[in-house]
């Protein structure tokens, strides 16, 4: 059932990835101040957006389980909120390359964005040890949720915070002396902005077309009093 | 029903009642406390603090205090079946969670009466930024209490419990620490109590605690289903 529109899905990505990166190399102007590696810009950003946005996604769906008590839900939950931690760990370094060509360190501790998304990044992480550390399925399902819930709503909190923190906050890309990108970044920028996010739906529905498969086959060994697979995830929840 | 009020009350009550009985939570806290002063005095090897340095020690010690304490909070609950006393009692089931989060501010409160005298008498060179200092310990409290009584609701029926704990906890108070330690640095600097953005780390701090009390409020319920 998740498998429908997966193939068209993942073929509007593959445009969308190739148009965005024409316009990042042959379209978009070089950066005055920081030349080619501002092009990094064009992948870092949208990839943080895409993963914030994820986890506030994942702690919506999380709100529809606890609501409607449907573990459908719960497995959004959770895949959102995968995807997201593996666009994670590729913002961070895309973040520490950026910051290497254009400040001269990998990593910096006055850069408000730099430090939030870090921690954003630890508490997200913490999801799978605290999954995995619930036996019972149904209350694993219930405490994900609630977990989802919580660090959705410190997502902003800890921006605002973090940002408090900083005497002096750096110039970025988008608020540049004359206020704002240039229309032909802009549009690359955008451009590459839905590439990224068409990923992320694209990896989040492979993910439970996956998972709804194995389940389907889980139920079919059951059935026959086959031996199930060795080795399944016991954190990942079931998909129906 | 039994009136939520009557509830929190009898809840809280037998929760300092057991406390003061068994003794398991407070003098481990208190005393982790001060060997985590000496740590730091021979850590960093200075005899007096002042400033950002004060304020981390400050801060750092008393949250690591704090987490020993939210490890036991549901301990109690979870081996001799309070969790199901309460499921069966006919009251409102967030009732036990501000119930909880009082019982942990009271628990906190008690240390920082022992820590944060020591902590003067260990390193300060002056006594007169303790005042204003109360009302930051107070809304840090509050804002430790809800997010750890979340946290140590759903750790305590986990396998990993202690390791729970920490785990999560301590991403989730970052911005509480950050608000807390910005307000305190000041407040301890060389030279006399300075007042740099009080005002504003203390609103920080208060809306932290607006925020998870009200999270905590909303989602606990389903941490009790069963």
Redo the contacts between chains.
């Keep these: 059932m998740y498998g429908k529109g997966l193939k068209p899905l993942s073929i509007a990505t593959v445009v969308a990835f190739a148009v965005g990166f024409s316009l990042v190399f042959f379209y978009a102007p070089l950066d005055a101040d920081q030349g080619f590696i501002q092009k990094i810009f064009y992948l870092h950003v949208p990839l943080a957006s895409t993963a914030l946005i994820g986890f506030v996604v994942g702690g919506i769906f999380a709100i529809l389980h606890?609501r409607t008590d449907n573990n459908k839900w719960d497995a959004y939950s959770y895949v959102a909120i995968h995807i997201s931690v593996i666009f994670g760990v590729g913002v961070l370094i895309t973040g520490a390359i950026w910051a290497k060509a254009s400040w001269g360190h990998w990593w910096v501790w006055d850069e408000p964005t730099l430090v939030s998304f870090l921690?954003v990044f630890?508490?997200y992480c913490?999801y799978y040890?605290?999954r995995y550390?619930?036996?019972d399925r149904d209350?694993q399902a219930?405490?994900a949720?609630?977990?989802a819930?919580?660090?959705g709503?410190?997502v902003p909190?800890?921006f605002?915070?973090?940002r408090?923190?900083q005497q002096l906050v750096h110039p970025r890309v988008f608020a540049t002396s004359e206020g704002g990108l240039p229309s032909s970044m802009l549009l690359t920028f955008l451009v590459c902005f839905v590439a990224v996010a068409l990923l992320w739906v694209t990896l989040v529905k492979f993910e439970l077309t996956a998972k709804s498969a194995s389940g389907q086959v889980n139920r079919l060994r059951r059935a026959l009093d086959a031996p199930g697979p060795t080795g399944s995830s016991r954190i990942a929840p079931e998909v129906s | 029903m039994t009136p939520s009020r009557v509830a929190f009350a009898a809840i809280l009550a037998k929760d300092l009642r057991s406390e003061l009985r068994t003794l398991q939570s407070l003098p481990a806290m208190a005393l982790f406390a001060v060997t985590a002063f000496i740590i730091f005095r021979f850590g960093l090897d200075r005899t007096s603090l002042s400033g950002s340095l004060a304020s981390g020690v400050l801060w750092a010690t008393l949250l690591f205090a704090a987490v020993l304490g939210i490890n036991r909070l549901f301990v109690a609950e979870r081996e001799e079946g309070g969790f199901d006393a309460i499921r069966l009692a006919p009251i409102d089931r967030s009732v036990l969670f501000g119930a909880k989060a009082a019982a942990l501010i009271v628990y906190l409160v008690a240390l920082e009466l022992v820590a944060v005298p020591i902590f003067a008498i260990f390193f300060l060179d002056s006594a007169t930024a303790l005042g204003p200092l109360v009302a930051v310990l107070l809304l840090a409290d509050l804002g430790l209490a809800v997010v750890g009584t979340l946290i140590s609701s759903m750790a305590v029926n986990s396998r990993a419990r202690d390791l729970l704990v920490p785990l999560v906890l301590l991403p989730l108070v970052v911005p509480l620490m950050i608000a807390a330690s910005g307000a305190t640095e000041p407040l301890l600097a060389l030279g006399g109590p300075g007042y740099h953005r009080f005002g504003t780390w203390l609103m920080v701090l208060g809306l932290y605690d607006l925020i998870f009390a009200l999270v905590g409020w909303a989602v606990f319920d389903f941490l009790l289903e069963d």
């Design positions: 606890l921690i630890l508490l913490t040890p605290f550390a619930i036996e209350r219930r405490y949720s609630v977990f819930v919580t660090a709503a410190f909190l800890n605002l915070a973090v408090m923190a």
